[in-house]
């Protein structure tokens, strides 16, 4: 190929990387902003560029000059609206566009640690215990950390247990799980706003979803009206999780092998749902 034909066939390589990366950039901005609060201030300022626009194109010198002054400080009004989308934005970008050769891999925390807070999940479920446990990922969780009390401890089924007894004084809050630890419990997180979440979800669910919409951390909510089990990543809530899909979507998420697990914990796993069935039972047959 010769310099001639090779230049025009550069230039419309970069046309089409410029036009898939500029759709990609709307596409996910679009995905961030449906069904948050942020798609009104969007419309808003729309109008209010349609509307300069007008005033230019019509000549209209004072409305024109009052609407050139509120533009100069759009730059920091966008900032200040959109501070947790842009935040949301960054965070999805990167993780997405992270290496895999630099991704950081979790199979050293031991699959064992998730059998014991699957089984956790599934006993205070059993017993309608709220209860709502986060996972720190790449995103750091150190605010949350330090405004709720740090325990610092292994990961263990009694352990957690026995922080969602409600006669506890550290039931009410989140537990936060911090590089194959438990590193606080008691912890208050901040609660979405997005408008289309359903109503029956209370402040536990709110919490979960909103650490998720903030951060690349993902939770695991117990109800204790309903005893269902819930799995949120990224701002989106998955609810009535049975004990398999949760394991596997925890290990997903986490980054680890979904081979099997330590034989001992699935043994315990399985004798705790037999038990809750055989209580079930039990219970309908007294009613």
Known sequence: MQVSEYL?????LKIALDMIFVFIIVYVVMKLLRGTRAVPTVVGI????????????????????????AIF????????LFQSEIRQ????????LRLPLIRKQNDNMGKTIYDEIVLAATTLASSKTGALIVFERAVGLRNFIDAGVQIDSKISYDLLVTIFNPATPLHD?????????????????????NPSISRELGTRHRAAIGVTEGTDAISVVVSEETGLISFVEDGEIRRNIETKHLRRLLLKSMNVSLTSSNQKAKKKLKE???NTINETETEVTVG
């Open 173 to 193: 809050g989140a537990v936060i799980i911090q590089q194959e630890r438990i590193a606080a419990a008691s912890c208050f997180l901040p609660l979405t706003k």
């Open 73 to 80: 400080y759009l730059p920091i009004l966008i900032i200040v």
């Open 46 to 69: 729309v109008l209010l560029a349609l509307l300069y626009w007008f005033a230019v194109a019509q000549d209209l010198v004072t409305l024109e000059f009052v609407l050139a002054s």
């Open 8 to 12: 025009p066939a550069v230039n419309s």
């Open 272 to 274: 705790t749902a037999a």
């Open 89 to 96: 934005a960054f965070i999805f970008f990167g993780n997405r």
